[in-house]
């Protein structure tokens, strides 16, 4: 048995003269909760639907949960698409039952187990009212809890927190940590850093149908190197020689990158050359900014237009 859910190699997808993703390789460790992290327009949807055999990639293939072709991992799969929809006059409890019976589940046991569902999201009041009376909120709950229904080995999430309120984001964010704690694979792609960075280990970087890296997140941010802020009192003496040459200060204060040799010989440097420490700081860098150095300032900027986009 793989302890891989997702192997996934060349992965090619042209639409007409767009080629939406190009050559992209992904292996997903079973357990892990991954962030597909990227832009919209990067290929995160293309990328999904080829590692779930929704489409066929024109190059390369994808093992799903070790089935080689991955339609015949269906069944112990979940998946959020991004057009989210249900039928409105369904009651809320029997939809959710409906979309576990799609992927296997018999109708009776879904529906009991809907309305368990139902409470623990706080829902039971609304377990027998029809989709088009519930929030919008409250109809993706159910979408969400008609995706795990049938207690699926892999969970797919297609921009799960878009058009979410801080509440429901959060409840959302509990629902992901206790499937994986259950021992669920989880992939979910998102353009919000902020949710990768406090869900995820891993994370895949996505930015121009490709993927320029895929990893643990600290593997990402311990590309850059941490950030010092140091203000002193004087500004000149022999410790002036621990802080990189080109560093000029603003007033008493110094920004630059902590040099290779670490933290020891420059607070060494500091305290018996006199510099007069008044504040330091030294700052890990983020996710945000390992993205800006991996994928560019162009992806970057992208990101952060859509992100005030769906919040206008
Ligand atoms: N069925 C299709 N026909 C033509 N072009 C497509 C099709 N699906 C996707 N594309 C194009 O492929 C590129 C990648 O789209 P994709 O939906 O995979 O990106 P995404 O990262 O999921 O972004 P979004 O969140 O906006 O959907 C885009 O340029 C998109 O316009």
């Known amino acids: 048995m793989s302890d891989y859910a997702i192997e996934a190699h060349g992965l090619v997808k042209n639409f007409d003269d767009v080629r939406a993703v190009d050559g992209i390789d992904l292996t997903v460790p079973k357990g892990s909760i991954l962030g597909i992290l990227g832009p919209n ?4 949807t293309t990328t999904l639907r080829m590692l779930l055999g929704i489409i066929d990639p024109d190059e390369g293939g ?17 998946y959020l698409p991004e057009e ?7 009651k809320a409890f029997d939809a959710i039952a409906f979309m576990g019976a799609l992927r296997g589940l ?4 879904g ?60 409840k959302l964010e509990r629902l992901i940590r206790s499937q994986a704690e259950a021992g669920v694979t989880v992939i979910f792609s998102t353009h919000v850093i ?10 895949a970087i996505i930015a121009g149908g490709k993927i320029p890296f895929s990893g643990k997140v600290s593997e990402a941010r311990d590309r850059l190197r941490p950030q010092v802020r140091l203000e002193t009192r004087c500004l000149e003496g022999a410790w002036r020689s621990a802080i990189p040459a080109e560093c000029q200060p603003e007033g008493h204060f110094w920004h630059f990158t902590l040099p ?34 991996i994928a560019g300032e162009a992806a970057a900027a992208q990101m952060e237009r859509d992100q005030e986009e769906e919040e206008a």
Do not use: W
């Not at 994808?62 to 979940?78: K, N």
């Not at 018999?106 to 046991?109: F, G, I, K």
């Open 260 to 293: 290779e040799t670490g933290v020891e010989p420059l607070l060494k440097a500091l305290v018996e050359g006199d510099a007069g420490v008044q504040s330091l700081a030294i700052e890990r860098p983020g996710l945000h900014d390992a993205f800006v150095a």
């Open 84 to 90: 989210r929809g249900l039928y409105p006059a369904m």
């Open 106 to 109: 018999p109708l009776a046991e």
């Open 62 to 78: 994808c093992r799903l949960l070790g089935h080689e072709r991955p339609l015949d991992a269906a069944h112990d799969v979940g």
């Open 194 to 203: 902020a949710h990768a960075e406090r869900l995820c280990e891993d994370v």
């Open 111 to 170: 529906r009991q187990r809907a309305r368990v569902l139902l409470d623990e999201a706080g829902l039971g009041h609304a377990a027998d009212k029809e989709v088009r009376m519930l929030s919008k909120g409250m109809a993706q709950t159910v979408q969400l809890l008609g995706t795990i229904v049938h207690r699926p080995k892999l969970i797919v999430l297609d921009e799960p927190f878009s058009g979410l309120d801080a509440l429901n984001q959060a």
């Open 41 to 44: 327009g990067a290929g995160k």
